[in-house]
């Protein structure tokens, strides 16, 4: 299964040299929207896989469950931060500003602070079965933001960021070969996701 | 009907209780009203006499009303733990009536701050309000929601053994549904601008979500 | 009757259960002895489910009630003594009357008509831990959690306590987690741990 998945990547990366076009106007750089859209996503799989582990622990009290969630929150942690420095690199080249508070960049922040406080809690808590109950118990808190990040938030600011793959009006407005890699690039990540919560799972 | 009746019972009990060791033992009502006051003090000094944009001034409010909370509230399971009384309510009362109790006293507490700082700040600041009720009832649906949320969240890091600062780093992105829309319907009661009754509505949802959730989330405490 | 199915349970790499199963039954005072670490207070914990075991699980029936008097359950410091046991008895759905609450002083030897309306603050060890007695006594509990319950007492004290205990016993699930003899005494049964 590596083995398979470094080979994907270097293909995928091969692919977004050489055979995407370059981005009108933006350069070679821009590309780097190959990263970000897949990271973007597994962290925010991440975040529900966190939570839905954290859900079975409380359920079962089974603490292989509470290191899946552990797990899944530092693996996401590390995701979002990628994500997020790798958008705000693509934002400065379209937008011009790295940063500008849009409702995307306001939840991929959000989604930081969550997975920072989560760590910190379970950094602070000494007692290991106190610290799975408690952060299992505030990773389901969290994801009550999700339906307010997902619905309200983008109501009320006004957005830059461009529309998701599939536009709100179910086209395709993507090159094909553009659109492809993409997708392989996110089903890549997503893999690489699964595969490091696999290992050596006892 | 019983049972309701005699956990409602333990609810005032509780309730009764905490506001009488709040009236005895006044250091922490004071160090939240003073944290307030000194967070609205310095805003003021620092920006004297400047014209403040009502969308910043609603920002400062929430930022001032949030710091203070935590400071006020972050003690609601951990003062127990450290007397050694969380064990002995845990035993004897309900869980989900010791929930609600302290819910229902940080919540008051939020209030009594608000009254205390509110006009201080508005003074301070010279701020116009174009439409109290929208501003009371912003206040209102916020801080039901930083009590639903702040409870839940009090009695996690009470087992936490490093404190200092962790309460406000968890509390804030929860409690965020809350306040975008707080802030932005505090600024249109200062400029008295047309608002959308959804917002007010969105907010009372989150309310109830956020109070469903603690007192679900609690019971596996 | 409180049965304990298979309970395993340890702190990090101290494990103080493994694999216990027992049956505790009402009418006996049940002493529960054994060195220090080896787990009396925390057995007490686990027979009133105030904690989980790791594996396994502890039952009894659901309308049980349990009341405690152990050395980590503290009482209100800033209430008086007579807001602290009016304050747990309503948390059990009870409301005293002044003869009741002067009733229960006299049965743990507190003068609750002189000390009633004083702050537990300016109570001696001794003093709260009656006070703790008379709260216990006042929620008519049906399992009692005892921890060296008269550790701070005087003579005098402790046998007003014993005789408590003693006429209690019947139709209650008592144990008593005690290293003392004078309180090994008074119990008919003694489970020794580690087990």
């Not at chain 1, 307010?148 to 086209?171: A, C, D, E, Q, T």
């Not at chain 2, 969105?202 to 603690?214: Q, R």
């Not at chain 3, 489910?49 to 659901?62: E, H, L, R, T, Y």
Request: proline share 4%; glycine share 6%.
């Amino acid at each position: 299964m590596n083995k398979i998945l470094i080979l994907l990547t270097a293909a995928i990366c091969a692919a977004i040299i050489f055979l995407v076009p370059p981005i009108k106007g933006l350069g070679e750089v821009a590309k780097i929207i190959f990263f970000h859209v897949p990271t973007a996503w597994v962290s925010v799989v991440a975040f529900f896989a966190s939570a839905f582990y954290a859900a079975k622990f409380l359920r079962s009290s089974n603490f292989a469950f509470d290191r899946l969630s552990e797990r899944a929150a530092r693996l996401g942690f590390i995701f979002v931060l990628l994500s997020t420095i790798s958008g705000a690199i693509f934002s400065k080249l379209t937008w011009g500003a790295y940063w500008n508070w849009d409702p995307r960049q306001t939840t991929i922040f959000i989604l930081i602070l969550i997975y920072g406080a989560y760590l910190t809690l379970r950094a602070a808590v000494s007692d290991e079965k106190v610290r799975a109950k408690v952060s299992a118990i505030y990773s389901l808190l969290s994801v009550l933001t999700v339906p307010f990040l997902v619905f309200i938030l983008p109501r009320m600011y006004f957005s830059l960021h461009p529309s998701p793959v599939l536009n709100s009006s179910g086209k395709i407005e993507m090159d094909s070969i553009v659109l492809t890699v993409l997708i392989a690039a996110v089903v890549d990540a997503t893999l690489i996701f699964v595969q490091l919560m696999r290992r050596d799972l006892k | 009907m019983k049972l309701f009746d005699y956990r409602f019972k333990s609810v005032v009990a509780i309730l009764r209780k905490d506001f009488l060791i709040g009236m005895r033992r006044r250091a922490t009502f004071a160090a939240m009203m003073m944290f307030a006051l000194t967070a609205v003090a310095s805003l003021s000094l620092s920006t004297s006499g400047a014209f403040v944009e009502p969308k910043f001034l609603a920002a400062l409010l929430w930022v001032v009303i949030f710091f203070a909370a935590s400071a006020g509230i972050s003690g609601t399971f951990d003062d127990e733990a450290t007397a050694g009384t969380l064990p002995t309510l845990k035993l004897y009362a309900p869980a989900q009536a010791i929930l609600f109790g302290k819910m229902i006293y940080v919540f008051l507490s939020l209030v009594a701050l608000t009254i205390f700082i509110l006009p201080i700040f508005l003074i301070l600041f010279d701020a116009p309000i174009e439409n109290f009720l929208l501003l009371v009832a912003t206040i209102f649906l916020g801080l039901i929601g930083v009590a639903a949320a702040g409870t839940l969240t009090a009695a996690l890091t009470t087992s936490a053994t490093v404190k200092g600062g962790l309460f406000p780093i968890l509390l804030f992105p929860v409690t965020l549904p809350i306040f975008l829309p707080a802030i932005a319907l505090t600024e249109l009661s200062f400029t008295g601008a047309a608002f959308e009754a959804s917002s007010l509505i969105v907010m009372a949802v989150f309310d109830l979500i956020l109070i469903t959730a603690s007192s679900i989330l609690y019971d596996y405490l | 009757m409180i049965t304990f199915d298979d309970v395993s349970l340890s702190f990090g790499r101290r494990e103080l259960f493994k694999n216990i199963s027992l049956k505790l039954c009402g009418g006996k005072i049940i002493g529960v002895t054994g060195a220090n670490g080896a787990g009396k207070s925390t057995f007490l914990k686990l027979a009133g489910k105030i904690i989980q075991p790791d594996s396994g699980s502890v039952n009894f029936p659901a309308d049980k009630k349990i009341a405690a008097v152990t050395p980590e359950m503290k009482i209100y410091d800033n209430l008086t003594a007579l807001e602290n046991l009016k304050f747990f008895s309503e948390l059990r759905g009870k409301n005293l009357s002044a003869e009741k609450i002067l009733e229960l002083g006299e049965r743990v030897g507190l003068d609750l008509e002189t000390f009633g309306n004083v702050r537990v603050e300016n109570f001696s060890t001794g003093m709260r831990q009656r006070l703790k007695f008379a709260i216990l006594l006042s929620v008519d509990a049906d399992i009692w959690l005892l921890d060296e319950p008269t550790a701070n007492l005087d003579d005098a004290g402790r046998d007003k306590i014993f005789n408590e205990i003693r006429a209690a016993k019947s139709g209650k699930i008592i144990l008593l987690a005690t290293n003392d003899k004078l309180e090994e005494n008074i119990c008919d049964e003694i489970i020794r741990l580690p087990l």
